[in-house]
């Protein structure tokens, strides 16, 4: 497969995001719900940990990736760090 430079930069940029911002935890999580696509309530039993934990845990991570892609991505939902997070953890190994 080969990918453009835009996506490979896109794909870089995102591993640094969490390598350098997130919590083995908050990695766990962000990874489970944008590769499966469980709920709340499904990955908070996966990890064994309360439904209001994954709620923090999202917030904390929607907080985090505004603060580490700046302006661009001030308004960037949860929604959208899951698609983004799908492409990467689904193409990571090609890095």
């Not at 469980?38 to 990736?65: C, F, G, M, N, W």
């Not at 505004?66 to 990571?92: T, W």
Request: net charge positive; aromatic share 12%; proline share 3%.
């Amino acid at each position: 497969m080969n990918l453009s430079s835009h996506h490979m930069e896109e794909l870089y940029r995102f591993r640094q995001f969490t390598i350098q911002c997130l919590s083995p935890q908050q990695n766990r999580v962000l990874q489970i719900m944008a590769t499966e696509g469980l709920p709340h309530k499904q990955v908070a039993q996966i990890i064994s940990r309360d439904i209001k934990t994954v709620e923090k845990v999202v917030t904390i991570i929607t907080k985090k990736y505004r603060d580490f892609y700046g302006s661009p991505e001030q308004n960037a939902s949860f929604r959208r760090i899951q698609s983004r997070a799908a492409y990467y953890y689904f193409l990571k190994d090609l890095l």
